[in-house]
Each structure stands twice: as C-alpha cells, then as structure tokens.
C-alpha cells in the first residue's frame, strides 16, 4: 500500500491516470488504516468483560466450593458482564453491518412517521413510567419518508435510551419532531447530566464515552451514537448534538425529503 506512481508536473493522459491511481491508494491506506484501528478498539473493549469474567471464574475455582457468598457474587457479576458481551457483539455487528452498506443499495419504504414514532415513545413510556415523554409530533399522519423503517426506529431508540440513560432527578424528556424546508426533524431533550462543551466533538466517535464509569454502569458501550450517525449518513441526514453540562442535552436529526 506504499508504493505510488511516480507523476511528473505534465498535462497528459498518462500524469492523470497515474494521479488518479495515487489517490485511490490514499483512500485505500486511509481505510486500510480506519480499519485496523477499528479491530484494535473492539478488541479492546472486548477484552475488559472477558478480563472481568476471568477474574471471577478465579475466584470461584480457589473459594468458590468453601464460600458459597464468593460462589454467589462472582457468579452473579460474570453473568453481568456476559450481558455487556453479548450487548457489545451486537452492537459491533450492527455498526459493521452498517458501515458495509451504501444508500444506493438499501431498499426504502415509505414509512409513516408519526405512527412510528409514536409507538416507539409508547413503548419507552411502558418502560421507563418514572419519566415524563413530552411529545410534539408536527407532522400529518400520512407523512411518509423513504427509508427502512427498521432503520428509524434504531436511531430513534439509541438517542431516547440516551436521553433517559444521562439523566438527573428531573426526569422529563421532549420529542419535537417537524417538517422544515425539505427536512425532517427530530430533537430529543432531556435535562440530564449534559455533556462538556469541549467533549461534544467526540460523541460520536466510536467508543467514546464522557464518563467511562456511568457508561458502563449503563450498559453504554459506546457505539450508539456512531451507530446513529452512520445510519443517517445513508439517508444523507445529519445529527447534531447540543449541550449544557449538568443542565440539558437536546440532539438534533435531521433528514432531508425527497
Ligand atoms: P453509550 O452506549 O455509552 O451511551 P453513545 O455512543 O450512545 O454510547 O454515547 C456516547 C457518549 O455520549 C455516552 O457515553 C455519554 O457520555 C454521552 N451522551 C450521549 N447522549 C447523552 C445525553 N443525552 N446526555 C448526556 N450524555 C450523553
């Protein structure tokens, strides 16, 4: 991946055809390289529940028989960290499903927005009955966009999960979701423990985490936001994260109409 075509500072066919070769080896060292710092992070992470795990099958094999407290806590802990495992593979292969796939080869349906969207918050609602979801659904019922509904309702649900996953004893969370210009909009805000100014820029990194303790106590693992984004990405929609910290986080989707 090294090896590049000596080009000379001329007009002609061949300086083209041989610069365009270069740069399609940059891109390939650049992605060769996205790639192997990826491996190198998930490994990381994965590495950290299996350590854990090791740990407490430890302590089971040298106390486990005389000890049944030990026996019961390592045992209840390592079943905690399968989870994050389990939860870690998955999201690792959705991120990687998604990254392999191109908007010209996704199939779309026209999805209803509202309805989707208002079954997700129901269902959130259910679940977490402690929280208040304000929701302000601007859109007519027959409001339909082209895209796989699976996909929405993934994004949706990883900044929902955020909002009530960050949040401080105010428990309140607002939905707007509108039409504008030829965009649509969603924006999450919860009034939870906000994020850092100077920390904002990285939240959707894979992997990163503001605070690596809450996270993990969350089950955050660090993928969902980058999940988000890379899904957007294939709608040629943006997301856009604003904060306050310790006051309020609202994130901003938006995907353009056809
Ligand atoms: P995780 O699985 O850790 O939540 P994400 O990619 O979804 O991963 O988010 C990355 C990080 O951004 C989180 O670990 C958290 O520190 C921060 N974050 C995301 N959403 C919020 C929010 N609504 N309020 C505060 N911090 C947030």
Do not use: C
Request: zero cysteines.
């Amino acid at each position: 991946l090294t090896e590049r075509v000596p080009v000379k500072r001329q007009q002609d066919e061949m300086t083209e055809l041989g610069m365009m070769f270069n740069e399609l080896m940059d891109d390939l060292e650049k992605a060769f390289h996205q790639q192997q710092q990826f491996v190198e992070d998930a490994s990381h992470e994965l590495k950290t529940p299996l350590s854990v795990i090791h740990g407490h099958l430890s302590l089971i094999k040298r106390w486990g028989k005389d000890n049944p407290e030990v026996l019961e806590r390592s045992i209840y802990l390592s079943l905690n960290e399968t989870n994050r495992l389990i939860q870690l593979v998955s999201e690792l292969l959705t991120l990687s499903r998604v990254e392999g796939s191109s908007s010209r080869i996704i199939s779309k349906e026209n999805i209803h927005i509202k309805s989707t969207i208002e079954d997700i918050i129901e269902n959130f609602q259910t679940v977490n009955q402690e929280f208040q979801l304000m929701s302000n659904l601007n859109i007519s019922h027959k409001f339909t966009l082209p895209m796989m509904k699976r996909h929405l309702v993934q994004m949706v649900i990883i900044i929902l999960d955020n909002a009530i996953k960050y949040s401080k004893d105010r428990k309140i969370v607002e939905i707007n979701v509108k039409e504008s210009g030829k965009k649509l909009i969603i924006e999450v805000k919860d009034y939870g423990i906000g994020i850092p100014k100077e920390e904002l820029a990285f939240v959707l990194n894979r992997f990163y985490r503001v605070d690596k303790a809450r996270s993990r106590k969350q089950g955050g693992n660090g993928l969902g936001l980058s999940i988000a984004k890379r899904l957007l990405d294939m709608y040629q929609g943006t997301i856009d994260i604003d904060s306050v910290y310790g006051e309020w986080t609202k994130v901003t989707i938006s995907i353009p109409i056809e």
